[in-house]
């Protein structure tokens, strides 16, 4: 994990979750960098709300996590 891995990865918990194909205006955002929150523009600028998040070992074949790809449409952001 380089420079920055933590002394203990212990301290942490793995999640998966989902990021958009494209945005609200419909363009492509699958080159955009993943980073804090979701999808970044190259100008640091959120271009994609990472959803959907879930715990692995919780897993049970639903969502745990809160929808912000729709609240991100609905609020019109």
């Given at each position: ?8 990865d212990?301290?942490?918990r ?6 958009p ?43 745990t ?13």
């Amino acid at each position: 994990m380089g420079v920055l891995q933590m002394e203990n990865d212990r301290d942490f918990r793995r999640i998966v979750g989902k990021v958009p194909t494209r945005d609200k205006e419909g363009n492509d955002i699958t080159g955009d960098n993943l980073s804090t929150g979701g999808l970044r523009r190259d100008d640091g600028t959120i271009s994609g709300m990472a959803y959907d998040l879930k715990f692995p070992d919780d897993d049970d074949g639903t969502s745990t996590g809160y929808n912000y790809v729709q609240h991100y449409q609905r609020s019109g952001k």
